[in-house]
């Protein structure tokens, strides 16, 4: 059974703080390592996709790395509009359906 | 990125009550797309898989009498939400894959249901 977990499970920063979140995760034939970014009463928002181990992408503040265990969201220089809950989701094997972790709500203060 | 549109957004009725929520891939076809219930402070939990022209296969513990899905067309899902409960008050979000079930999904708004 795929496995997905996040940490930390909150997190509050200053402005321009750099950190990274952390997304663990167990699956049989990772097929996609998806990040999400969801607000209060909203539906996720998609970020990345990650297939393969060493790959990278980035997008304003973030990047996102993978590794054959885990993935790693890095927020650089993060402004209050970054505080939102970031999701990490795996698609392994045959499944059609995402794995998802239970997220990390992030908070940037100035 | 693709477009899903979900409505309502919000959405209060009675006890004893059916409400219907509709979710539509804008700009793409989607033969599987997914309905998810959310808590508050807790992550996506997978209800269904909705399957155009096929009947939706449900996760374990979902009662798919209570939650009817219907998957009509390529760019249509609904979910009614039958004999609504107050414990059935929460946030439904509903997914879809461009790509079909084995690539990035994309999300709908959400529907936050609230049964009085």
């Known amino acids: 059974e795929d496995q997905v977990t996040q940490s930390p499970e909150a997190l509050r920063l200053q402005e321009g703080e750099s950190s990274s979140l952390n997304c663990s995760y167990t699956?049989?034939?990772?097929?996609?390592l998806f990040w999400y970014r969801q607000d209060p009463g909203k539906g996720p928002e998609f970020l990345f996709t990650l297939y393969s181990a060493g790959e990278e992408k980035e997008k304003e503040r973030l990047k996102a790395t993978l590794t054959k265990k885990e993935s790693f969201l890095h927020i650089t220089a993060p402004k209050p509009e970054d505080s939102a809950t970031y999701l990490c989701?795996?698609?392994?094997?045959?499944?059609?359906?995402?794995?998802f972790g239970t997220g990390t709500r992030l908070q940037v203060t100035l | 990125g693709a477009v899903v549109s979900q409505h309502p957004s919000r959405v209060i009725c009675k006890s004893g009550t059916s409400v219907k929520i509709e979710c539509r891939s804008l700009?793409?076809?989607?033969?599987?797309m997914f309905w998810y219930r959310q808590f508050p402070k807790q992550s996506l939990m997978l209800m269904a898989t909705?399957?155009?022209?096929?009947?939706?296969?449900?996760e374990q513990g979902v009662e798919k009498d209570k939650f009817l899905i219907n998957h009509a067309s390529l760019t249509l899902s609904t979910l009614t939400v039958t004999s609504a409960h107050p414990e059935d008050s929460s946030f439904y979000i509903c997914?879809?894959?461009?790509?079909?079930?084995?690539?990035?999904?994309?999300f709908g708004q959400g529907t936050r249901l609230t049964v009085v």
């Open positions: 989701a795996v698609l392994g094997g045959t499944a059609s359906k995402l794995t």
């Open positions: 699956v049989s034939g990772l097929r996609g």
């Open positions: 909705s399957n155009e022209g096929s009947k939706a296969t449900y």
């Open positions: 700009d793409f076809q989607a033969t599987t």
């Open positions: 997914s879809a894959s461009p790509g079909g079930g084995g690539t990035e999904a994309f």
